[in-house]
Structure formats: structure tokens, C-alpha cells
């Protein structure tokens, strides 16, 4: 593991701070000779959700040595013809993806979208230089109870629809409040892209926000879904996740009753008897309508938005 100090130099960038270490890489913040700032994302030795040290403390101290306190990490998912394996990416995997995130982000034009300003190697690792967004995560607004917007969530659906329909970005793939920056200006940006190595079947998400491990734009609905109802509950819809089985093909009567039994979660207005109506309905279609898209999304919420 690269590991990077205060005030070390690395290529044309000076290390100022530590940031945030996720599944599969830290971050830190770092200056250029014009003084200006941006993220580096450094790829870990392996990682992958559950193979994430949690030994430390988790508290409101960032460190490299600890998971951050408000990451809820990707897992490394591998699909193959009997389904899916969930297991941990070595060094030369993680240099893979970082590369590959770094070509992703450099097709993605949107304000909506963390930049991707260049990518060098150091020490024979690839170092991805990010924009650096000031602001809080969804994350960390949902921690502190502030005010959520549900103006943030229609213009993510509409920014992914523009990637995807000017062939940019097909889909996020790990959409979670970890993953959402809202600036101090109230405009919203995604992070973090899921990192994918098609050719080999490799896709790195979240489970808990992508339970059946989908890799196209219903993941992203679903996973809004999932935000959605955790901020009117406090609680996830799903905590055996992903579906077992996710990555094989369904239609056989014991997979029909395994999805039905699945998406039987607790209706929203059970755990809190204040949830609009027509919003659990959004909730619904989400996570449980397979053919309801961005588009219909975002009908949906200018409809709400609109009655509100």
C-alpha cells in the first residue's frame, strides 16, 4: 500500500491531508505549485467490504490505518455463469479499476459528476487526481439531520439520463449517501463511480444499495429507492443482501418465491407514520417494479415535487 504522509511530495502535488479510505483505496488532499486543491485516490494492497479492517475505533477521525467513519464499502462482486462470488481484488485487480475509473470519469461531462483532472503512476501504482468538492456527504446530512432535499435526488436522475443517452456513462452502479456530495452551493455531485472490468465480469458495488447486483440503470434507480427509504426510516429495506440469487437467471419457481419473499420489507409508513403517500409509492416502484426507470423516476418525483 502506498501510504502518504503530510507534506510529501508526490509528482507534481504536495499532500496536505487525509481524507477518506474506502474498500478498495484512501484519499488524500493535496496542492499543485499553483496552490490550487484536489482529491488523490490511491489504490489499497486488497480490499472489498467485508475484508475492510474494523478493528479501530470508528470515530470522527479519519486515519489510513481505519475504515472511515461514514463509508459503507463497495464489496468486489464477480459474476459467472452460476451466478455471483463476492470476494477481495489483490493489488494488480485494484490497479486495474483505479485505471479504468479514471477513463469512466474522463468520459463523463457533467457539473453532476466528480472530475477526473489526470492519472500518473507512482511508485508503479496509478494515482488518480479528482476533483476535491467541498461540502458534506448525503452520509453525513442524514447523520446530523439536516434538511434533505429531494430536489438532489431529481437532478442526479436527470444527470444519469443525459450520461446515458449521450453514451458518456451507461450507469453509476454504487449510488449511496457515502457516494453523494452536496456543496455548500446546494448543487449535488456523484463520486465514485462502480468500478467495472466488463471483459472479466467484475463489478465493484454495494450490496445494500444494489441487492440484486444489477449493472445497468436500474441499479441506480433501485439504489435511489433504497436512500429514499432510509431517510424516512432511519433503517434499510433489505438486510440480507444481495439476493441469493443475484447474477443467475430467474424464472423457476423456487426463485420466485425466494424474490418474493425478499422484496417484502416493511412498509415506510410502519416505521414512521409520517411518510407522504405518494412518496412510499415512489419508494415502491423502485425497488420492486422491474420495469420502472429514470424516466418514469423522474415523473414521479416532479409529480410529488409539484403537490408539495
Given at each position: 500500500?502506498?501510504?502518504?504522509?503530510?507534506?510529501?511530495?508526490?509528482?507534481?502535488?504536495?499532500?496536505?491531508?487525509?481524507?477518506?479510505?474506502?474498500?478498495?483505496?484512501?484519499?488524500?488532499?493535496?496542492?499543485?505549485?499553483?496552490?490550487?486543491?484536489?482529491?488523490?485516490?490511491?489504490?489499497?494492497?486488497?480490499?472489498?467490504?467485508?475484508?475492510?479492517?474494523?478493528?479501530?475505533?470508528?470515530?470522527?477521525?479519519?486515519?489510513?490505518?481505519?475504515?472511515?467513519?461514514?463509508?459503507?464499502?463497495?464489496?468486489?462482486?464477480?459474476?459467472?455463469?452460476?451466478?455471483?462470488?463476492?470476494?477481495?481484488?489483490?493489488?494488480?485487480?485494484?490497479?486495474?479499476?483505479?485505471?479504468?475509473?479514471?477513463?469512466?470519469?474522463?468520459?463523463?461531462?457533467?457539473?453532476?459528476?466528480?472530475?477526473?483532472?489526470?492519472?500518473?503512476?507512482?511508485?508503479?501504482?496509478?494515482?488518480?487526481?479528482?476533483?476535491?468538492?467541498?461540502?458534506?456527504?448525503?452520509?453525513?446530512?442524514?447523520?446530523?439531520?439536516?434538511?434533505?432535499?429531494?430536489?438532489?435526488?431529481?437532478?442526479?436522475?436527470?444527470?444519469?439520463?443525459?450520461?446515458?443517452?449521450?453514451?458518456?456513462?451507461?450507469?453509476?452502479?454504487?449510488?449511496?449517501?457515502?457516494?453523494?456530495?452536496?456543496?455548500?452551493?446546494?448543487?449535488?455531485?456523484?463520486?465514485?463511480?462502480?468500478?467495472?472490468?466488463?471483459?472479466?465480469?467484475?463489478?465493484?458495488?454495494?450490496?445494500?444499495?444494489?441487492?440484486?447486483?444489477?449493472?445497468?440503470?436500474?441499479?441506480?434507480?433501485?439504489?435511489?429507492?433504497?436512500?429514499?427509504?432510509?431517510?424516512?426510516?432511519?433503517?434499510?429495506?433489505?438486510?440480507?443482501?444481495?439476493?441469493?440469487?443475484?447474477?443467475?437467471?430467474?424464472?423457476?419457481?423456487?426463485?420466485?418465491?425466494?424474490?418474493?419473499?425478499?422484496?417484502?420489507?416493511?412498509?415506510?409508513?410502519?416505521?414512521?407514520?409520517?411518510?407522504?403517500?405518494?412518496?412510499?409509492?415512489?419508494?415502491?416502484?423502485?425497488?420492486?417494479?422491474?420495469?420502472?426507470?429514470?424516466?418514469e423516476l423522474e415523473n414521479d418525483l416532479v409529480?410529488?415535487?409539484?403537490?408539495?
Open positions: 500500500m502506498i501510504k502518504l504522509e503530510v507534506g510529501e511530495k508526490i509528482g507534481p502535488y504536495r499532500v496536505t491531508e487525509f481524507i477518506a479510505r474506502g474498500g478498495f483505496s484512501l484519499v488524500y488532499l493535496a496542492e499543485d505549485q499553483k496552490g490550487d486543491t484536489y482529491a488523490l485516490k490511491v489504490g489499497d494492497v486488497a480490499g472489498g467490504g467485508r475484508y475492510v479492517t474494523r478493528f479501530l475505533e470508528i470515530t470522527n477521525q479519519r486515519r489510513p490505518e481505519g475504515i472511515s467513519p461514514d463509508e459503507t464499502p463497495a464489496e468486489a462482486i464477480f459474476f459467472r455463469n452460476d451466478g455471483v462470488r463476492i470476494d477481495f481484488l489483490d493489488v494488480h485487480e485494484i490497479d486495474e479499476l483505479i485505471r479504468g475509473e479514471a477513463e469512466l470519469l474522463r468520459g463523463g461531462k457533467s457539473p453532476n459528476l466528480v472530475k477526473v483532472h489526470d492519472c500518473f503512476r507512482h511508485e508503479g501504482r496509478p494515482i488518480a487526481v479528482l476533483d476535491y468538492l467541498r461540502g458534506k456527504t448525503l452520509r453525513e446530512k442524514i447523520r446530523a439531520l439536516e434538511g434533505i432535499r429531494l430536489n438532489w435526488f431529481l437532478t442526479i436522475v436527470r444527470s444519469l439520463k443525459k450520461l446515458r443517452a449521450s453514451g458518456q456513462l451507461d450507469y453509476h452502479g454504487d449510488l449511496k449517501p457515502e457516494n453523494l456530495i452536496i456543496k455548500p452551493s446546494g448543487s449535488v455531485v456523484m463520486l465514485d463511480p462502480a468500478m467495472r472490468a466488463d471483459g472479466r465480469g467484475v463489478i465493484t458495488t454495494t450490496p445494500h444499495y444494489n441487492p440484486f447486483l444489477l449493472r445497468d440503470s436500474k441499479a441506480d434507480v433501485m439504489a435511489i429507492g433504497v436512500m429514499l427509504y432510509e431517510i424516512l426510516t432511519g433503517v434499510l429495506p433489505f438486510d440480507e443482501v444481495p439476493w441469493q440469487y443475484a447474477g443467475r437467471e430467474q424464472g423457476g419457481e423456487v426463485e420466485r418465491l425466494s424474490l418474493s419473499y425478499f422484496l417484502s420489507y416493511t412498509p415506510p409508513k410502519h416505521l414512521n407514520p409520517n411518510t407522504p403517500e405518494f412518496l412510499a409509492r415512489i419508494v415502491y416502484r423502485c425497488l420492486t417494479v422491474q420495469d420502472y426507470g429514470l424516466d409529480d410529488f415535487l409539484r403537490k408539495d
